[in-house]
């Protein structure tokens, strides 16, 4: 039997020996994250796309050598590129996107699951996650439908899937007949190409000048002649600005046209952990379906996204059978089946980070987290309201604050972004409304504070060109 290139070096994470083997490379990746970070020296490398492709071209080749270079080399170098030429989001200054700086617990868990590499496609590939999976998405549904008859949720790769499973399985109870959708323009756009990928009709799209959908509106627009089932999309926190649809009334117009009401709200079901703004999310309780993401206002790392159901039978039309995964009579001698809990075969436990975090810092925990960067959002709104040269776009409703040089024509704000991150100064994002563009902080940090907002104000101020 031939040996290995690397002779009698253990290679494998895991197994008995597997921590030993790890320790070392850990920490050769902590030294060149840490190396890393202190090149970068900011949010975001400076120079734009073509010096970062540069750098990695430097430090990547040879790409595929064909004698290896072992492990701490390819770490130290890799690690440290990657690192160098991160947007990192726990910098207070990158602040731009729904992308949050993962709390180092919930890294740490993932670690683990790298290690033992369990896949949810069937309980003998992961027996202990596949049964923690069950207990941890009962919990997580119970918060969003603590009325509802069994509750349960799906681990998603996030809203994107959720989405399409909202859409899917409501395609499914329809039995064949055409599917409407009615959606805000303010909803995300992984409705629309959900409602393209599942074959379904074009959604009708309601127009929000006011950034919500108006419960007056959705009334009319249901009020229209149609044989088919309705399925109303609604938006529990919006990817430009936050904004909160009125779910309650909305449920009720659903409610009254006898149609289905699937919520996304990736962003903003995390404020059920807060005691302070669990209200905000009134109604989501009457969804068929809820998008939520823990990688946003969760703190966890991507991907940590789910579908909450009040009644887990409604997920009974994903089943799907597989002899050599969800045989019959496995499933008749006990053997959980796990296929009809995803599209997916091959799955990451994305479920073991989430309940590590929840264990380590509980509800009221993560509920203090969400506070602080509401807290902080709402500060710098007051910040901005109190400089002339910056005009705020609205009061925020989450985490997410627009504002602008005032009176900057969309080309300005457009450009001042772009000139932000091409010095690696700031990462700032971009929202288009109805008044203009705009530019986005998405407060994510739980440790930023009144001077980081500041000078990110001031960084925005120095770089306005009249
Ligand atoms: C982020 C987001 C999505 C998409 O979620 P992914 O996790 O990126 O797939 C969907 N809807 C809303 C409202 C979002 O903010």
Redesign the pocket.
């Known amino acids: 039997m031939p040996v290995p290139a690397s002779g009698t070096a253990r290679l494998l994470a895991g197994g008995q020996s597997g921590p030993d083997v790890l320790r070392p490379m850990v920490d050769t990746v902590l030294n060149a994250l840490a190396h890393g970070a202190a090149d970068r020296g900011g949010p975001l490398p400076a120079g734009g796309p073509a010096a970062v492709a540069r750098r990695i071209r430097g430090a990547a080749r040879p790409l595929i050598p064909d004698e290896g270079e072992g492990p701490h080399h390819a770490l130290r170098s890799l690690v440290r590129a990657l690192a160098h030429g991160a947007a990192e989001p726990a910098d207070p200054r990158c602040t731009a996107h ?1 992308h949050c700086p993962p709390l180092a617990v919930a890294t740490a868990a993932d670690l683990a699951v790298s290690a033992l590499n369990p896949s949810l496609d069937s309980w003998d590939q992961a027996p202990a996650a596949c049964a923690l999976e069950t207990l941890t998405c009962r919990a997580l549904a119970e918060l969003v439908h603590p009325h509802g008859l069994d509750p349960d949720a799906l681990v ?8 399409q499973l909202g859409l899917l399985l409501a395609r499914e109870a329809a039995q064949g007949a055409p599917l409407r959708i009615v959606r805000g323009a303010n ?2 756009h ?2 629309q190409r959900a409602a393209w990928l599942l074959g379904l009709p074009e959604p009708l799209t309601l127009s929000t000048p006011g950034g919500v959908l108006d419960p007056v509106a959705l009334h009319s627009a249901l009020d229209q002649p149609c044989d088919a089932p309705t399925l109303v999309v609604a ?5 430009d600005t936050g904004a909160i649809d009125p779910l309650p009334d909305i449920a009720d117009v659903c409610d009254h046209h006898a149609a289905t009401l699937h919520i ?5 079901a995390p404020l059920l952990f807060s005691d302070t703004f669990h209200k905000r999310l009134h109604g989501l309780d009457r969804a068929r379906t809820v ?1 939520l ?1 823990l ?2 206002l969760g703190w966890q790392p ?2 940590a ?1 789910l579908l909450a159901v009040p009644d887990g039978a409604a997920l009974a039309a994903l089943a799907h059978h597989a002899d050599y995964l969800n045989a019959d009579d496995d499933t008749e001698a006990g053997l959980p089946d796990l296929l009809g809990r995803s599209l997916r075969t091959t799955r990451r436990p994305d479920i073991f980070k989430i309940a590590v975090t929840l264990r380590a810092l509980g509800r009221r925990g993560l509920g203090e987290l969400v506070d602080h960067v509401c807290a902080a959002a709402q500060h710098l709104a007051d910040l901005i309201e109190a400089r002339p040269g910056l005009e705020l776009h609205a009061r925020p409703t989450i985490s997410t604050v627009l504002f602008r040089p005032t009176g900057a024509p969309p080309a300005a704000v457009a450009a001042l972004r772009r000139r932000l991150l091409h010095h690696g100064a700031a990462v700032l994002g971009r929202a288009a409304t109805p008044s203009g563009l705009w530019l986005k902080a998405t407060v994510l940090n739980p440790h930023i504070q009144p001077d980081d907002l500041r000078g990110l104000l001031e960084l925005v101020e120095g770089n306005t060109t009249p």
Do not use: R
């Not at 998603?156 to 989405?163: A, L």
């Open positions: 729904l998603t790769t996030g809203g994107t899937e959720s989405n909803a995300h992984s409705v938006t529990a926190g919006t990817t996304d709200a990736a962003y903003g998008a993401d990688h946003k991507v991907a996204g």
